[in-house]
């Protein structure tokens, strides 16, 4: 099986990039490491503290924020990050040729379960014509990205990647500590019979949303003529993994009762990368209105809703919008 260097050198990845991405990767081994130990590892359960989201922080959440941005700021590929789990952007070094975004835990409600958690990261160019740490510099459309990917601390630790090629599945191997890969390009088939939405906010969803859900659940007899199953993970990075493996439709839309908050998932470092692998396997992502890559940022920690998956289901539901 390829190692994980090899794979990006044949992909023409730029050195510094490749060595950004090992810096990562890094990282995510240590997280992985932790998570595997659990209870031993004395990270599970909260802290006191909030995020500027005002979420309780999980201990996991803060270790391996710090376990990122320690190593990020010290290599000398970063000009900036970006986290979840930091209020504003963090200077790395001047005239470094990237920034990288990150969202060091996804999934924390699942951390004390021992359910399915992750990190999701991307990577875009830096700005030479604003500051280093302004919040300008990750003021820029998903579709700048040269990198977006995710680490699945699973049975096993899956990395899901891609650099503006295939999405490409790696898993880790801790016989030698690297990354191999295991699925040289994945493709989301285009048609699906399986959903996945957290049920519980149906009252709160437009109208459109409440009929395109009712339709599905409606089975044989309803005007889709079929059964559609349903699956939620509670963590982004668990449910688009299984649609990249093996089709589906992911929806996280706004609720009508928090006018504020245009849907819960963060565009930065949530629905871009994950429309990013999701659009390289032949999927589609969307907000219902517009393609999220394609969504000009207004704020570090904007808010927008996601409409995912399999395209021929994505493009029904969008027509009904
Ligand atoms: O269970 P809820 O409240 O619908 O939220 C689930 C969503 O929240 C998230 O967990 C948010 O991510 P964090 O764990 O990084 O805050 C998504 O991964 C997931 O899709
Ligand atoms: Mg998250
Ligand atoms: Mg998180």
């Given at each position: 099986m390829q190692r994980l260097i090899p794979t990006l050198r044949a992909d023409n990845v730029p050195l510094e990039l490749i060595?950004?991405?090992?810096?990562?990767?890094?990282?995510?081994?240590?997280?992985?490491?932790r998570v595997n130990q659990g209870a031993l590892s004395g990270v599970l359960g909260s802290t006191l503290d909030e995020n500027i989201?005002?979420?309780?922080?999980?201990?996991?959440?803060?270790?391996?924020n710090q376990l990122l941005k320690d190593m990020l700021l010290s290599s000398p590929d970063v000009r900036a990050i970006a986290s979840e789990e930091e209020?504003?952007?963090?200077?790395?070094?001047?005239?470094?040729?990237?920034?990288?975004?990150?969202?060091?835990l996804d999934g924390s409600?699942?951390?004390?379960?021992?359910?399915?958690?992750?990190?999701?990261?991307?990577?875009?160019?830096?700005?030479?014509?604003?500051?280093?740490?302004?919040p300008l510099q990750f003021s820029q459309p998903g579709k700048n990205q040269?990198?977006?990917?995710?680490?699945?601390?699973?049975?096993?630790?899956?990395?899901?990647?891609?650099?503006?090629?295939?999405?490409?599945?790696?898993?880790?191997?801790?016989?030698?500590?690297?990354?191999?890969?295991?699925?040289?390009?994945?493709s989301i088939p285009a048609q699906t019979s399986e959903f996945?939405?957290?049920?519980?906010?149906?009252?709160?969803?437009?109208?459109?949303?409440?009929?395109?859900?009712?339709?599905?659940?409606?089975?044989?007899?309803?005007?889709?003529?079929?059964?559609f199953n349903?699956?939620?993970?509670?963590?982004?990075v668990g449910d688009v993994h299984r649609i990249l493996s093996r089709g589906g439709i992911f929806l996280y839309p706004a609720n009508t009762d928090e006018p504020t908050k245009p849907g819960k998932l963060r565009l930065l470092y949530e629905a871009n990368p994950m429309a990013m692998l999701v659009e390289q396997a032949d999927g589609l992502a969307s907000t219902g209105t517009d393609r999220i890559l394609d969504i000009q940022p207004s704020e570090l920690h904007q808010r927008v809703p996601v409409i995912t998956g399999s395209k021929e289901e994505v493009d029904y539901l969008l027509k009904t919008l």
């Open positions: 060595m950004l991405i090992r810096t990562i990767l890094a990282a995510s081994k240590e997280i992985a490491f989201q005002g979420e309780t922080q999980k201990k996991l959440d803060v270790l391996s209020d504003d952007v963090v200077k790395g070094q001047d005239g470094a040729p990237y920034i990288v975004a990150f969202d060091p409600s699942n951390i004390d379960i021992n359910g399915q958690i992750g990190t999701i990261f991307t990577i875009y160019p830096a700005r030479d014509d604003v500051a280093a740490d302004s040269v990198c977006a990917g995710y680490v699945l601390y699973g049975p096993s630790t899956l990395l899901v990647m891609t650099t503006g090629g295939p999405t490409r599945q790696y898993t880790l191997d801790r016989t030698h500590g690297g990354y191999l890969l295991t699925k040289a390009e994945l996945s939405i957290n049920m519980s906010n149906f009252h709160r969803w437009d109208q459109p949303i409440k009929d395109y859900i009712s339709e599905l659940q409606a089975g044989t007899e309803g005007s889709r003529e079929r059964q349903m699956r939620w993970n509670g963590a982004m």
